[in-house]
């Protein structure tokens, strides 16, 4: 599953060639995937420059300086890569975009995953699809105050329900919600009501430290023999005290915990 950080960490790869530049021709490859009205491709995206790659959550927005957005949702497998012009489309295409520079960027899934939208750029503000995204995790506004506020209003939820609610904060998955559980020391299957002000509050602070980490500093964090995430698949131990992790399903998703380690709350 996609997850803010491998997000970031694609934008970072394409935004340096894409900013600025023109595009010349936008090929749809899945119309299911890419339902983009023939009219604002050529009026609008066509022959016009990007202005900026902006992550929110796990959408991906490439501005145009037409005024116009393309708003990308990843999905579960969805990949942005820049590529040569020559190399054939595969069965996961689903959109290319060619530079007058030479280079493509292409918009690959899975199956019918992810989509890719254009809006305006006045609805854009005002009632595009992510006016209902909650706080991204890595900005300045995700303060304690607002995650406690947050918190409150998913009282009901399990710890790991919370941090899956995109409309709540938006980005994290699956994987990273354990991970931020696991750093935090609390059990992702507790109520959120339930937690004491300490346990919020840790909770908070691991929650931008881990995705801090992880986009930053991808691969160390992914090979840390203390973290979670690199010890999930294979089972076993604990990677810090060694007990043997536990699976249990938290809102249907697979969910890795320490039982001796997450005794918060
Ligand atoms: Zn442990």
Request: hydrophobic share 35%; net charge positive.
């Amino acid at each position: 599953m996609i997850e803010l950080p491998d997000v970031e960490r694609m934008i970072e790869r394409i935004a340096g060639y894409t900013t600025g530049k023109t595009i010349s021709i936008i090929r749809i490859d899945d119309p299911a995937v890419a339902s983009i009205e023939r009219d604002i491709v050529e009026n609008h995206l066509e022959n016009h420059a990007v202005d900026s790659v902006e992550r929110h959550g796990r959408y991906v927005v490439l501005r145009f300086r037409s005024d116009y957005s393309l708003m990308f949702d990843m999905g579960d497998d969805g990949l942005l890569r820049l590529e040569s012009q020559t190399a054939p489309p595969t069965d996961r295409t689903r959109i290319r975009f060619q530079f007058a520079a030479g280079r493509e960027l292409r918009f690959s899934s899975s199956g019918s995953q992810g989509t890719v939208q254009a809006v305006a750029g006045s609805e854009f503000n005002e009632k595009g699809a992510l006016q209902s995204l909650g706080v991204d995790p890595l900005s300045d506004d995700l303060t304690l105050a607002r995650f406690e506020a947050l918190a409150e209003g998913n009282a009901r939820s399990s710890v790991k329900g919370f941090l899956l609610n995109q409309k709540a904060i938006a980005g994290i998955g699956n994987d990273y919600a354990d991970e931020i559980c696991f750093q935090a020391g609390v059990r992702p299957d507790r109520r959120v009501g339930q937690l004491e002000p300490a346990h919020l509050d840790r909770l908070h602070r691991y929650l931008r430290r881990v995705l801090r980490r992880a986009t930053l500093h991808w691969s160390a964090a992914h090979s840390d023999p203390g973290w979670l995430i690199n010890s999930r698949s294979s089972g076993g131990a604990c990677p810090r005290c060694r007990h043997e992790l536990t699976s249990v399903r938290v809102t249907g998703r697979k969910t890795v915990l320490c039982p001796r380690c997450q005794r918060a709350a």
